[in-house]
């Protein structure tokens, strides 16, 4: 048996004032520290789990979360793998509105299809905030605007080339990254369909546990 864990970072500065944010290099919250305190304590918790690499994002909220937790449990020496693939979905032109005026300015019905739909994309944006950490990235990998299945594209095959591989060989891994990161995993850890994982959430700093066999199939699934 082998155990992934993943980990939604804490309450970042925009989901305190219910704004969009997808790239925007937002901080923690001192609730969001907090709580990453506390998903730290809890993974002391959990019985057999030795990890042995993290993976998380670009992205100073996934990375500080990380930190923390790692740092709770004396862990700080672990391999840390950072990569713009494990970033949050791009929201292109929703980045930076609040979440309640969106939805007085395209109706309901539309800003919940953006959110939480597999295939619905936000407006684009003009990429101007793209800055040197995706230097070495693709130009035509940058995206203006996301919709899950888009990010899945790139999250999916990070996966599968850095996660996998080492959970194949016995080794514990943790990511800590977004929301729709870490839907997108679970949507595909667990073969739920494009209509169903609109009810999929994920709270921030919430750990939860897969337990796989040796082909990486689900044992059981926990959360903490």
């Keep these: 048996m082998v155990n992934l864990l993943l980990v939604r970072h804490g309450q970042s500065t925009a989901n305190a004032s219910n704004t969009y944010t997808g790239w925007t290099d937002v901080d923690l919250t001192p609730k969001g520290i907090e709580q990453a305190k ?7 918790q959990i019985a057999d789990v ?4 993290v993976h998380t994002s670009v992205l100073k909220r996934a990375i500080k979360t990380a930190n923390i937790i790692l740092e709770e449990q ?13 970033n949050e979905r791009h ?12 939805r007085r300015l395209y109706g309901v019905e ?3 299809k953006w959110r939480r739909s597999f295939e619905a994309i936000p407006p684009k944006s003009d990429n101007k905030h793209f800055d040197y950490r995706y230097n070495l990235v693709p130009k035509q990998s940058l995206p203006a605007s996301e919709s899950l299945k888009m ?9 599968e ?7 194949l060989a016995g080794n514990d891994q943790l990511i800590v990254a977004h929301g729709s990161t870490i839907r997108a995993l679970i ?23 897969y337990q796989l066999d040796n082909q990486l199939a689900i044992l059981q699934k926990n959360r903490y």
Excluded: C, F
Excluded at 161 to 167: I, N
């Design 38 to 44: 506390k998903a730290g304590y809890k993974l002391g």
């Design 50 to 53: 030795r990890l042995k690499k």
């Design 74 to 86: 004396h862990l700080l020496y672990l391999p840390m793998l950072k990569s713009w693939r494990l």
């Design 91 to 102: 929201y292109g032109g929703l980045g930076g509105l609040n979440k309640d005026e969106t």
């Design 110 to 112: 539309t800003v919940q």
């Design 151 to 159: 990010a899945s594209e790139r999250i999916i095959p990070y996966y």
């Design 161 to 167: 080339e850095q996660v996998a591989q080492e959970l």
């Design 187 to 209: 949507k595909y850890l667990e073969a739920i369909s494009d209509q169903n994982i609109d009810g999929v959430e994920v709270k921030n700093s919430e750990i939860i546990q």
